[in-house]
């Protein structure tokens, strides 16, 4: 079974912080790269972050500094911590393998969570 439950969206003000949490089955969870994607409107989904299952971190560019994934092996669950927000950092965000679940030859995605950012 394949679960993705992604929360924790919302509004947040620039400069401000927001904690993404997502709840991953344990069969997923326990053997593979997890990542943070980020969906825009008119744009290419793109990963934003990832954590290897050694706890190994990377981050695109925009958000370094900005972005900690962690990961919590007693939950089976990943975090994206977000700070310094900018306006840009507004999308649709999902949790995921990397690369992302494949299910009869399609992606499988959670439902995502919305994180608005605006003054």
């Known amino acids: 079974q394949v679960q993705l439950v992604e929360s924790g969206g919302g509004w947040g003000q620039p400069g401000g912080s927001l904690r993404l949490s997502c709840a991953v089955s344990?069969?997923?969870?326990?053997?593979?790269?997890m990542g943070w994607y980020r969906q825009v409107p008119g744009k290419a989904r793109e990963l934003v972050a990832r954590?290897?299952?050694?706890?190994?971190?990377s981050y695109i560019n925009s958000v370094k500094g900005r972005f900690i994934i962690s990961r919590d092996a007693a939950k089976t669950s990943v975090y994206l911590q977000m700070n310094g927000l900018k306006t840009e950092d507004t999308g649709t965000y999902y949790c995921?393998?990397?690369?992302?679940?494949?299910?009869?030859?399609?992606?499988?995605w959670g439902q995502g969570t919305q994180v608005t950012v605006s003054s």
């Open positions: 995921n393998t990397v690369p992302w679940i494949i299910i009869n030859s399609r992606p499988w």
């Open positions: 344990e069969n997923i969870f326990q053997s593979n790269t």
């Open positions: 954590i290897t299952t050694g706890s190994l971190t």
